[in-house]
């Protein structure tokens, strides 16, 4: 068993590959806060997290620029006025066991509901840095590289990616020293990382060493070949890694937290719960749920505000009848986009976005 103590977690921190230490909070602790403790927050590394000695820790801005920065820490913590920002932070391969069910996606972590998690985070407005450093005219994208080492194919490199600049200059996109009012911890990127609330988790890269304006996306592996989505008929062996679409922003999700999968309930009432979030800053506006497989909906009750870069906690009360039940939810954003109900269309051979409606099975005596 992995050793979750080694990097702050509880104990109850569900390890879904022990090597590199990727791991999520079991739902029955993830839904007790709305601000996930640091100690339950999820972890996805794609190699071994590095231990940064602050002292040395210097950060780059670079590229498009008309003055170059190295920033250190304690110019980044003390002298540039800092902000907080709540956002939730999910995993591209949130929910993947589902299209694992459907068809095998080999060599992927199988995740399920778990790689998700609400922070509080307090650091820099990127995009300060980037107008005293100077954009040049041309830029476009903003790319962020990490300290970390990861070896893919043979060949070992740092884990990047890249935002559009017009992302890059939103209020909302940190460069991130504290999580939760404490420094970031190792496994969550000390001592800086970017937090680029509403896109998948891989943008947010941690243990930040440069951060490149430029006129092109990261051509870093993990925006150039992971991290892309392809149609179902397309499969490792057909892929041309051109042709695939960089993932940016997350999907509209909602997902059940209880009652959970097989749980055996009594006939009558049953109080439903899960979160909620909307895609590209709009709001979720609806969670219905289905005590009939989909047949039938009621809303959901809306409980927890949030922001439009946080989950939002729904609950509804459903009757359930004798026998084997699916409770299914499905969201709707202020953009009027709907979930899709089935994860057919959706599979793609990395195991990316699932965004289905949620269904969870339980027994009824
Ligand atoms: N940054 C670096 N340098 N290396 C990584 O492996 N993983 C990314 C992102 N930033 C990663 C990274 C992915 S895929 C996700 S989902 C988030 O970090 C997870 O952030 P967390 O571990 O703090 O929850």
Redesign the pocket.
Known sequence: MADTNMWGKHPAQLVRDAQ?FNSGPPPELLRRSFVTPTDL???????AVPLIDAADYRLKVEGLVEHPLTLDLETIRTAMPGQSVAAT?????LRRDELQAHRPIPGEVAWGAE?V?NGVWTGVPLRDVLLSAGVKPGAAHVEFA???E?SRHGKTF???GSIPLDKALSSEVLLAFDLNGEPLPP???FPI?AVVPGC?????????SSITVTDHPSPNY?QAHA?KTFPPEITPETVRWEDGLMLHDLPLNAVIWSPLPDEVLDTGPVDVEGWSMASGGNVVERVEVSADGGLSWIDAELTEEGNRWTWRFWSARLSLKPGRQTIVARATDSAGQRQPEFVDGLWNFKGYMNNAWHRVNVEVV
């Open positions: 590199w927050f999820f972890t996805r590394n794609h190699g932070l999910a995993c591209a391969g790689p998690s990490g300290m970390d990861v740092g884990f990047g496994a969550h990127g990382r998948i988790g891989a943008r947010s890269v941690k243990w930040l993990f991290y």
